[in-house]
């Protein structure tokens, strides 16, 4: 799972991409907890209150795990006369549940509205949602090999980053091996195994749901609960082999999992070695123009204000780089103070009221676009390319060989432009991966 996410997801500082990882855990946690393991229940409270603050798109699937685990938990030891046992293991969780909670309901009484108040009327109001039969695509995108949690392409609509469901697998491989897994396991009278089964059940149907309910677009980064589902449907398939009643044979079926699951985890921390865990280009362009800064900044004096005017298609609604300019500063010791601007960001909710301060600055640092006029009395002190010089020209060489024979125009035209010219495919094809990025300098201002 963790392979076929990618280093680039893994890391990623925006998107919480591990909640495809922690909601696989989360259902560990829940079938050993309702096997009745006392160390699961509370790691299955602790893990799934954290993973359901982190991603409301996990939030259902992950209370439907907790509330399944712990009731079959609880009604298991009831039935075995640990009904004692059972009262103290719930009366535990409820404290480790509450103390996890404790920020959540802090905020909640100190604002008004809370985030939970404003999430729940969200969900109140009437919105276009994915449905059933889309929800249901979606997960079909994981029930076919190479399905996307093992690291297949997304399919996305032409030209967005929205995800076509439309591109997925007519046939639910994976589902109906559970299915049929299912049928074997209560066919022999396998109470564990069934167990397993029922629990990754429970995770498909709250997850199913969840989706339905959607509100659209189906944008491309919330798809990592299905990557858990996916993964999920065929951890039942490696406990059938303890089924046989030949112990030479199911001693010979564990040490061929066994072996393969070690070949599995080689293979993939092999292939991870090559990967490039390191931050974004650039979120790296950045860090770099905050180094560079910092001696300026400190000759200079005084707190500072930081700003962006770096705007485009990606950036305009993002306040691009100011963010990432204000903590890199800031750790490099710069007394740092924000606004609410560009696009009224809360600064107080990110920085505190402190620093959401700009009264208090006596010097304005902004990223612009390399090359961009700078105003009277203005200094650029710091530059930074996030392609770097080499990959900046092929570019822009690129660029221009698709505009001499594609012209100006929109995206259609660009299609029928590549369907029509095999150069052009091959030029945009190289082009696709080279990300859409300026140059920036740091621009350093006195307040008047």
């Known amino acids: 799972l963790l392979s076929g996410l990618g280093p680039v997801a893994v890391t990623d500082p925006w998107e919480p991409h591990m909640i495809a990882v922690l909601l696989c855990t989360v259902t560990v946690l829940a079938f050993d907890a309702a096997?009745?393991?006392?160390?699961?229940?509370v790691w299955l409270v602790v893990i799934g209150s954290l993973t359901a603050q982190m991603s409301s798109t996990a939030l259902p699937g992950v209370v439907?795990?907790?509330?399944?685990?712990?009731?079959?938990?609880?009604?298991?030891l009831v039935r075995s006369g640990a009904a004692q046992t059972a009262r103290r293991r719930l009366g535990g969780v409820v404290g480790v549940g509450a103390l996890v909670w404790l920020p959540i309901a802090i905020e909640q009484f100190r604002h008004n509205p809370g985030n939970v108040t404003r999430m729940l009327r969200f969900v109140g109001h009437d919105h276009a949602t994915l449905g059933l039969g889309d929800a249901f695509a979606a997960l079909r995108l994981e029930m076919w090999f190479p399905a996307v949690?093992?690291?297949?392409?997304?399919?996305?609509?032409?030209?967005?980053?929205?995800?076509?469901?439309?591109?997925?697998?007519?046939?639910?491989?994976?589902?109906?091996?559970?299915?049929?897994?299912?049928?074997?396991?209560?066919?022999?009278?396998?109470?564990?195994?069934?167990?397993?089964?029922?629990?990754?059940?429970?995770?498909?149907?709250?997850?199913?749901?969840?989706?339905?309910?959607?509100?659209?677009?189906?944008?491309?980064?919330l798809i990592d609960p299905t990557r858990a589902v996916g993964a999920a449907l065929w951890l039942p398939l490696g406990t059938i082999v303890v089924l046989t009643t030949n112990v030479r044979v199911r001693h010979f079926a564990v040490a061929g999992v066994a072996v393969a699951l070690v070949a599995a985890t080689v293979v993939f921390a092999v292939r991870s070695t090559r990967d490039n865990l390191g931050p974004a280009p650039e979120v790296s362009a950045l860090s770099r123009l905050a180094h560079n800064a910092v001696p300026a900044l400190r000759l200079a004096g005084g707190p500072v204000l930081v700003h962006t005017d770096v705007k485009g298609q990606l950036f305009a609604g993002a306040g691009f780089g100011r963010d990432e300019l204000a903590v890199d500063l800031t750790l490099a010791g710069i007394d740092v103070v924000v606004d609410s601007k560009p696009n009224n960001l809360d600064a107080a909710n990110r920085f505190g009221t402190f620093r959401a301060n700009p009264g208090r600055?006596?010097?304005?640092?902004?990223?612009?676009?390399?090359?961009?006029?700078?105003?009277?009395?203005?200094?650029?002190?710091?530059k930074a390319d996030p392609l770097g010089p080499g990959v900046r020209t092929r570019r822009d060489q690129l660029r221009a060989d698709v505009a001499r024979v594609c012209g100006i125009g929109d995206l259609h035209v660009l299609k029928r432009c590549r369907d029509a010219h095999t150069d052009v495919a091959r030029w945009l094809d190289e082009l696709a991966p080279i990300p859409d990025l300026p140059a920036f300098q740091l621009v350093l201002l006195k307040v008047t």
């Open 35 to 41: 096997w009745g393991s006392l160390g699961a229940w």
């Open 64 to 76: 439907a795990l907790v509330c399944w685990g712990l009731a079959v938990g609880t009604v298991r």
């Open 149 to 221: 949690w093992v690291g297949a392409k997304v399919p996305l609509v032409p030209f967005a980053t929205t995800i076509d469901v439309g591109g997925a697998t007519w046939f639910p491989l994976s589902l109906l091996v559970v299915a049929g897994i299912g049928v074997l396991v209560w066919r022999v009278h396998a109470s564990e195994q069934l167990l397993l089964v029922a629990t990754i059940g429970v995770l498909f149907v709250a997850t199913l749901l969840s989706l339905s309910q959607l509100v659209l677009p189906f944008f491309v980064w």
């Open 361 to 382: 600055a006596k010097l304005v640092v902004v990223l612009q676009v390399a090359g961009h006029s700078v105003a009277s009395g203005a200094t650029v002190i710091a």
